[in-house]
């Protein structure tokens, strides 16, 4: 099933399609960083959500500043992806291969076993 890519309430920064076995999309979206609000400092929030696995998933990256927010943001969408049951049973690719080339963190040695079985 495709994703239509709709208008949404925030603005947002990038977007990836993957793709299950059987053709359903998932779709990764990153927000536009912002100031957090709870914050005493300046530092920034960068919301992400995962729509199309098995259930729906929101947070955000946070940081100093925009870029490390977006950083934190790319590394806990890559991790939620590579952690999935999907990804972890081989149902999801992105252009038909296991490399989402989504950044992951260091130490992560499952989701290393995972990937290099598969390429």
Known sequence: MRIKLKTMDKTFLM???FTLEGGTDVLATIF???LYPKSDFDD???E???VGLSR???SAG???DAVQAVLHAMVG???RLYC???YKSGKLTWFDSYDLMLPFPFGARDIDEVFFKKN
Do not use: A, F, N
């Open 32 to 34: 536009q960083p912002k």
């Open 77 to 79: 969408l890559g991790t």
């Open 15 to 17: 977007r990836r399609i």
């Open 44 to 46: 920034y929030m960068c």
């Open 56 to 58: 729906k998933i929101q």
């Open 84 to 86: 999935s049951d999907e």
């Open 62 to 64: 946070h940081g100093v």
């Open 48 to 50: 992400y959500e995962i």
